[in-house]
T-cell receptor, first 115, second 113 residues
Framework: GQQLNQSPQSMFIQEGEDVSMNCTSSSIFNTWLWYKQDPGEGPVLLIALYKAGELTSNGRLTAQFGITRKDSFLNISASIPSDVGIYFC???????????????FGKGTKLSVKP | DVKVTQSSRYLVKRTGEKVFLECVQD?????MFWYRQDPGLGLRLIYF???????EKGDIPEGYSVSREKKERFSLILESASTNQTSMYLC????????????FGNGTRLTVT
């Protein structure tokens, strides 16, 4: 079946640094979604991408839908302490049957503050 | 804003107990989902439903069942809880359109002892 590789698994940030993470798929996706999960909370949608090549921003966050339709990246500029959490990518393949049962999640990138 | 509410944030149950996890959404979404989240394994789909009384198995349905008697409510049932079902359970909902994102509840952390 489809696989999603998200990297890095974890990273440490210092306030003010830019952060980058990405997801790659073994097959084509029609939709890429990026979520953030704070400790003890459910994931919250950050950005949704629907077209190959699309570049979308949400404040200091920018995400792109790769032109091959097999990858996506998320950048956070000028990180702040409240950016810590787990970031998930999710992709939806072309065999969408109206029920979204084929939304696939990456395993997450854990952002922590540099000690 | 869409609100997905899970009835309990924390639950502790004993092995063999029947456990009900309840989820309600207030935006008239057709789709509802149950995931479990475990360290290193990410989110795994247990069951989903795209209409009242309809249900579909996800990737890991064994040991679980679901009920969707009303559009806004989706229940996850552990018929006989086991320790390997200790996990964070996340409910989500979405519109029944091609590219509608999921909206998640805050999760229920279940411990089975």
């Amino acid at each position: 079946g489809q696989q999603l590789n998200q990297s890095p698994q974890s990273m440490f940030i210092q306030e003010g640094e830019d952060v980058s993470m990405n997801c790659t798929s073994s097959s084509i996706f029609n939709t890429w979604l990026w979520y953030k999960q704070d400790p003890g909370e459910g994931p919250v949608l950050l950005i949704a991408l629907y077209k190959a090549g699309e570049l979308t921003s949400n404040g200091r966050l920018t995400a792109q839908f790769g032109i091959t339709r097999k990858d996506s990246f998320l950048n956070i500029s000028a990180s702040i302490p409240s950016d810590v959490g787990i970031y998930f990518c999710a992709g939806q393949g072309p065999n969408y049957g109206g029920s979204q049962g084929n939304l696939i999640f990456g395993k997450g990138t854990k952002l922590s503050v540099k000690p | 804003d869409v609100k997905v509410t899970q009835s309990s944030r924390y639950l502790v149950k004993r092995t063999g107990e029947k456990v009900f996890l309840e989820c309600v959404q207030d935006m008239d979404h057709e789709n509802m989902f149950w995931y479990r989240q475990d360290p290193g394994l990410g989110l795994r789909l247990i069951y989903f439903s795209y209409d009242v009384k309809m249900k579909e198995k996800g990737d890991i349905p064994e040991g679980y069942s679901v009920s969707r008697e009303k559009k806004e409510r989706f229940s996850l049932i552990l018929e006989s809880a086991s320790t390997n079902q200790t996990s964070m359970y996340l409910c989500a909902s979405s519109l029944l359109v091609r590219v509608s994102p999921l909206h998640f509840g805050n999760g229920t952390r279940l411990t089975v002892t």
